[in-house]
């Protein structure tokens, strides 16, 4: 069977990796976003999808549009039997999606209908969702709505995550896609159409999406902090006596039966630094300030002394923003 590949971020090169290395699937091309700049110095910069792609000796396409007659004349010029999806970046047109014989497959990470859209796995994490999982569905011009072919769960750990649960469902999506595809090709698989109901969106994250929201609960709080790290990291306002210090948090538990007033400082110890939330309190155990490297709480606290009483909040007044 003749694989058209499409992927640009590293949730992609599992699926890929493993379509290349089985006996029974040829990738005939790898289509990538083109290299973007990156850093301070705006080095133009690969995808992991490309830089994978180019290890294992795959034809890799960097179409600046999927529109165009030239992509297009090339995709065809390929005769795949089947296109994947995996990461991509970009919606695909109708005319790529209908080319190849079997059409076009994406692997997404979550359970469809639930978190359709660019970031399943944060969200996830956010709602505290107890499972999320990949499916394997049949594109359409829709934003994830096509038809179900596979899907296979896992549970989300108390010890999970962004990062660990993203590499886990990237892996899962691997091998579901190689079980996908050998259905196509024996002619057995079975594509249902999505529930009705219980569709949920997963939105893109924003700069508005980083900043930890003190008033709400205490898991809400550390669910939030969870579904940003390693990156962007959860962000929040530090009250000193010099003005207010932007700091991510980047790793965190959580206790019950303590009180204290929302993102106010309670207790300073070996654990990490105990600031109140509704109905507990939210352990810092590693944190970033601003301009800084990230640390764990015991060489923060040494470098930046705190004190009981002190606040995390979640907005500046707009007058202390005026004054920034």
């Not at 898991?219 to 790290?229: C, D, E, G, P, S």
Request: charged fraction near 25%.
């Amino acid at each position: 069977m003749k694989v058209v590949f499409y992927g640009s971020a590293d949730f992609a090169c599992p699926a890929l990796r493993a379509l290349v290395e089985h006996p029974s699937f040829d990738v005939v091309g790898v289509i990538t976003q083109p290299d973007r700049p990156r850093g301070r110095q705006g080095k133009l910069t690969p995808t992991p999808v490309k830089l994978l792609a180019l290890k294992l000796h795959c034809k890799v396409l960097q179409p600046s549009s999927l529109h165009s007659p030239a992509f297009l004349a090339q995709l065809r010029y390929l005769h795949p039997d089947v296109s994947v999806v995996a990461a991509y970046g970009k919606i695909l047109p109708r005319a790529a999606l209908d080319l190849p014989r079997f059409g076009s497959l994406n692997i997404h990470g979550s359970l469809l209908p639930k978190f359709r859209g660019a970031a399943p796995i944060q969200r996830a994490i956010m709602e505290g969702c107890d499972e999320t999982g990949v499916t394997i569905m049949r594109m359409d011009e829709g934003l994830d709505t096509g038809d179900l072919l596979l899907q296979q769960s896992t549970h989300i750990r108390d010890s999970d995550t962004v990062a660990t649960l993203h590499d886990r469902l990237a892996e899962i999506g691997a091998t579901l896609l190689v079980d996908a595809l050998r259905l196509l090709a024996q002619g057995k698989a079975v594509f249902r159409p999505q529930p009705e109901g219980g569709a949920t969106h997963a939105p893109k994250i924003t700069r508005d999406d980083e900043w930890i929201e003190w008033e709400t609960s205490k898991r809400r709080v550390w669910n939030h902090i969870r579904a940003l790290t390693p990156g962007p990291g959860a962000c929040t306002w530090l009250i000193t006596e010099k003005g207010p210090k932007s700091v991510k948090i980047l790793a965190a538990d959580f206790e019950r039966f303590v009180q204290g007033a929302p993102g106010e400082i309670i207790k300073l110890d070996g654990d990490g630094i105990h600031v109140a939330s509704p109905r507990g309190a939210v352990i810092i155990k590693e944190l970033q300030a601003e301009g800084k490297r990230r640390m764990l709480a015991a060489e923060f606290l040494r470098g930046f002394p705190l004190r009981v009483g002190q606040k995390f909040v979640s907005r500046l007044p707009e007058a202390t923003e005026r004054e920034k």
